[in-house]
């Protein structure tokens, strides 16, 4: 239902797929901060916000029936590119506990604010779950 495509002639991807091919279902995912259940964005910086927001995304695709593994397109908006990637090996040891080592099809990109002035990072997806025939 999901297949992760890196060809050869790019470079090798990190914490991300180059292209999935996907058939199924279809669900989008809001955009998710690092925002606790009380409406409040969560002590700790970068890490703990990434790790929020990821759960929160999670928690919006299990509603729908799906996982983790379901997980076709990301797209992380970010405050600070620079200390993003400084954080990069944390980032990924907490994709890899709560989503694993598939990655979907991602882009990382900057911006200036997000909704939420105290947000630094948010995640917003696409995931393709079985039809349900």
């Known amino acids: 239902m999901i297949e992760r495509v890196n060809p050869p002639e790019l470079a090798r991807p990190s914490g991300f797929a180059h292209a999935v091919v ?3 279902r279809t669900v989008f995912l809001a955009g998710q901060t690092g925002l606790a259940a009380d409406g409040t964005i969560v002590p ?3 890490v703990a ?11 919006a695709l299990r509603a729908t029936g799906g996982g983790p ?8 908006y970010i405050v600070d590119i620079d200390a993003y990637r400084a954080r990069a090996r944390e980032i ?4 890899r506990r709560l989503v694993g080592s598939a990655y979907p099809a991602s882009a990382g990109v900057g ?6 002035a105290e947000a630094l990072v948010e995640l917003q997806g696409v995931a393709v779950l079985p039809d349900e025939s």
């Not at 916000?49 to 928690?59: I, R």
């Not at 593994?69 to 992380?76: G, V, W």
């Not at 990924?92 to 994709?95: F, N, P, Q, R």
């Open 111 to 116: 911006v200036t604010r997000l909704w939420d």
């Open 49 to 59: 916000q990434f790790e929020q927001a990821l759960t929160n995304l999670l928690v």
């Open 69 to 76: 593994e379901h997980l076709a397109q990301l797209t992380i």
């Open 44 to 46: 700790g910086g970068l």
């Open 92 to 95: 990924g040891e907490v994709w």
């Open 22 to 24: 996907a058939t199924g």
